[in-house]
């Protein structure tokens, strides 16, 4: 099945800064990447996702890109605000796919 | 999000006792998800649904039982606690399917194995 590696684990970054998580992937079939925010004691929510017909998707402050010839995806957020601080998690998913498996996660801590 | 909600929100329980955490949701997704949520370990899938009547191991099953007879509902059943299943879990609910879309997620489930 699909292994998602997601890095850092832990990313501080100053206030106003940029943040970038990375996820790397092992199935060149998978055509769905979804990012998940979770905030402390909340539940996980979709922030954003890109199809493996696209390269770049934007939302505001927040961007993914996607390089399928490296098989691998990141998470940008721009203007880092303390609201962003959470925990981000990625999945790599294929056509077909009942499940949904995440990567490990990434805590970002904003820091003032 | 009133579309999907677990019960309880936190629950003790004593070693070798069953518990069931239920998992409720009102949009007829066909699709649902157990997960578990520990610390450097993010979300690791328990079991999932594809529709009534039909569930499948996900990537930590052992410990666990799952039954969905009606869409709308996922209970997850431990059968006899152990202390290694402490964790919050989550249920999730989606259309998926060849959509691969949103998975929404229940306010989770604190449980407290002693």
């Known amino acids: 099945g699909e292994n998602v590696e997601q890095h850092p684990s832990t990313l501080s970054v100053q206030e106003g800064d940029s943040a970038v998580i990375k996820c790397t992937y092992s199935?060149?079939?998978?055509?769905?990447f979804p990012w998940y925010k979770q905030e402390l004691g909340k539940r996980p929510q979709l922030i954003i996702d890109?199809?493996?017909?696209?390269g770049e998707k934007k939302d505001q402050r927040i961007a993914v890109t996607l390089n399928k010839t490296a098989k691998h995806f990141s998470l940008h957020i721009t203007e880092t605000q303390p609201e962003d601080s959470a925990v981000y998690f990625c999945?790599?998913?294929?056509?077909?796919?009942?499940?949904?498996?995440f990567g490990k996660g990434t805590r970002l801590h904003i820091l003032p | 999000d009133a579309g999907i909600t677990q019960s309880p929100r936190y629950k003790i329980t004593e070693t070798g006792r069953q518990v069931t955490l239920m998992c409720h949701q009102t949009?007829?997704?066909?699709?649902m998800f157990w997960y578990r949520q520990d610390l450097g370990h993010g979300l690791r899938l328990i079991y999932y649904?594809?529709?009534?009547?039909?569930?499948d191991k996900g990537e930590v099953p052992d410990g666990y039982v799952v039954s969905r007879s009606k869409t709308e509902n996922f209970p997850l059943t431990l059968e006899s606690a152990t202390r290694s299943q402490t964790s919050v879990y989550f249920c999730?609910?989606?259309?998926?399917?060849?959509?691969?879309?949103?998975?929404?997620f229940g306010q989770g489930t604190r449980l407290t194995v002693v």
């Open positions: 999945a790599a998913i294929k056509s077909g796919d009942d499940k949904i498996i």
């Open positions: 649904s594809a529709a009534a009547d039909i569930t």
């Open positions: 890109i199809r493996s017909n696209v």
């Open positions: 949009w007829s997704h066909s699709y």
């Open positions: 199935d060149s079939a998978s055509n769905y």
């Open positions: 999730a609910s989606s259309v998926w399917g060849r959509l691969n879309t949103e998975a929404f």
